[in-house]
């Protein structure tokens, strides 16, 4: 269609002229469409037409669902119990509930509840969807007159962002949201401690289990905090190399000695172990198994991510004694202790995962040698008695002070470092008030009268030592004491070391 001049404006009927004559080529087009061209190429064809003239999105919207047609979608999961934590006040309804095992309640979104997420500084629009469906039973297909329908709902969550945050979407944000749910998932978990039930004695041992309910942390523990890091620290590498583990074609597991008297914690360590790991608590009393078959059974049934503890190890390597002196066959006794950890070895190396032994002990010096030899147990670990460092994270536990704030810490300081007092008598001294200055001074007592006892003992021990070794140099020990300067060894005491961490080679 043509205009006389450029300048010169349509008419309003030229216009409509020229409409209708477009719509009916439009028309002539489409009845020749339908005539030439098949459904389903038509169909095609209208749908790339539409697509390529419709307005283009900067959206990209995610969507998932709840399950993945088998398996539930675990980025559903995770983003459910995610999305719990992000509530805001602009969110009008929220299903709560509590199962008797959970320690919390569990908040979920209300369907069609809406959420906005920040992440790197780029925002995320979240919707939860429940949508009612309707299904006509499978085997009622052929019978159309008792068709019944199922109604069933399906669930799932919309996630909206610009499209160029597509790759960090994917490979980041929904990975960080996995890994949070995970770690909440830790959180909530019971921990369990199993110990052996020997009502069975006859059919066999099992285990029994009850909830671990122990407070102790690695906060709570009173220990030297260079060792404490190591043991986190050995922990962390432990749960995190799987891969390695599996490479070097080597049982996924780790193994721990704890030695040192009784009262310095060795317990409690392997409480915040598990509290800090979130694995479960085995615990193996040699005592109670009278047969390698049970052993093997209750071994087989420990879970993945646990902690097999095998307390008081210098007691249980007398064990084929004790069995025999109470009239068991000899073959029943088959049991030592490297023996027993070559067996876990094997067992665990075919079907165990992220599994942590632990050894303790009050004598290391009287284990068996093969038990301590380099390779055997990944990190000896001495637990020892109170330091400075010690006695302060217990007071800061029990009443809550510090050196700041009290002027007896460097009294205390002076005292605790030269006498032999174990965390759990501290602990027992730091219960007895509440007022903390009445009790850091009873304390304070307490710490003088041990050095004075503490004092004679070690000097005691040394002049034993010096008349030892004057005898084996045949030299008259009075003669040498007379002539050397007895003041100098009054009141000095040897710094003792506290907390060894030796790490043998890994198993
Ligand atoms: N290092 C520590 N840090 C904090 N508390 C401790 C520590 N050591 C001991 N305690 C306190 O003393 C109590 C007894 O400690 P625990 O049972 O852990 O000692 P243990 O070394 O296992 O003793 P045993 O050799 O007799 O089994 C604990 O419940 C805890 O309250
Ligand atoms: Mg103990």
């Known amino acids: 269609m043509m205009f006389s001049s450029p300048r010169e404006m349509p008419s309003p009927s030229s216009i ?3 409409y209708a004559s477009m719509t009916a080529s439009i028309m002539l087009l489409r009845s020749m469409a339908h005539e030439l061209i098949p459904q389903p190429i038509r169909g095609y064809l209208f749908n790339t037409f539409r697509y390529l003239i419709k307005p283009r999105s900067p959206t990209l919207t995610l969507i998932i669902e709840e399950s993945t047609g088998i398996t539930r979608n675990q980025v559903y999961d995770a983003a459910e119990s995610y999305l719990s934590t992000r509530v805001t006040p602009e969110n009008e309804r929220l299903k709560i509930s509590k199962v008797p095992k959970e320690k919390k309640l569990t908040i979920r979104l209300e369907k069609g509840e809406k959420l906005t997420d920040t992440y790197n500084g780029f925002t ?8 009612e469906t309707e299904k006509n039973s499978a085997n009622d297909i052929h019978n159309s007159n008792n068709s019944i329908s199922v109604r069933s709902e399906k669930r799932y969550f919309e996630l909206s962002f610009h499209k160029k945050y597509k790759e960090i979407v ?40 009850i909830n671990l309910e122990h407070p102790s942390t690695f906060e709570t523990l009173a220990m030297e905090p260079e060792m404490k890091n190591a043991i986190i620290e050995d922990l962390n590498m432990f749960v995190k190399r799987k891969d390695f583990y599996k490479k070097v074609g080597r049982a996924w597991k780790r193994g721990y000695l704890l030695y040192g008297p009784p009262g310095t914690g060795k317990s409690s360590l392997i409480a915040a172990m598990a509290n800090y790991l979130k694995f479960d608590i085995f615990d193996l009393q040699l005592g109670n198994i009278v047969r390698d078959s049970d052993l093997r059974k209750l071994l087989l049934a420990t879970a993945n991510r646990s ?12 064990l084929p004694e004790r069995r025999h002196g109470e009239g068991r066959k000899q073959t029943d006794i088959q049991l030592t202790l490297s023996g027993l950890l070559n067996f876990i070895d094997g067992l665990w190396s075919s079907c165990g995962d992220e599994r942590i032994i632990i050894f303790t002990t009050n004598h290391k010096e009287r284990l068996d040698p093969a038990l301590l030899r380099p390779g055997r147990m990944d990190m000896h670990i001495h637990m020892s008695y109170c330091s400075y460092e010690g006695f302060k994270i ?14 007896l810490f460097g009294e205390i300081e002076g005292l605790i470092e030269d006498i032999q007092i174990t965390p759990a008598q501290v602990a027992e001294e730091l219960m007895k008030s509440e007022d903390a200055d009445a009790t850091l001074e009873g304390f304070v007592k307490l710490l003088k009268r041990k050095k004075m006892e503490g004092d004679v003992c070690e000097n005691n021990n040394k002049r034993e030592n010096q008349e030892k070794q004057c005898k084996k140099r045949k030299v008259s020990c009075k003669q040498k004491r007379g002539g050397g300067n007895s003041k100098s060894n009054v009141g000095v005491t040897q710094r003792r070391t506290r907390g060894i961490i030796k790490r043998g080679s890994s198993l």
């Open 16 to 18: 409509f002229s020229a």
């Open 124 to 131: 995320l629009k979240w919707r939860f969807i429940c949508a």
């Open 170 to 209: 994917l490979d980041s944000y929904l990975p960080f949201i996995l890994d949070k749910a995970k770690e909440m998932k830790d959180e909530e978990r019971v921990l369990k401690m199993h110990t052996l039930n020997t009502a069975y004695c006859y059919s066999g041992v099992k285990w029994d289990s």
């Open 307 to 318: 902690i097999l503890v095998i307390e008081d190890i210098d007691c249980s390597v007398d």
């Open 394 to 407: 217990l007071a800061s536990n029990y009443l809550e002070i510090s050196h700041d704030n009290n002027p």
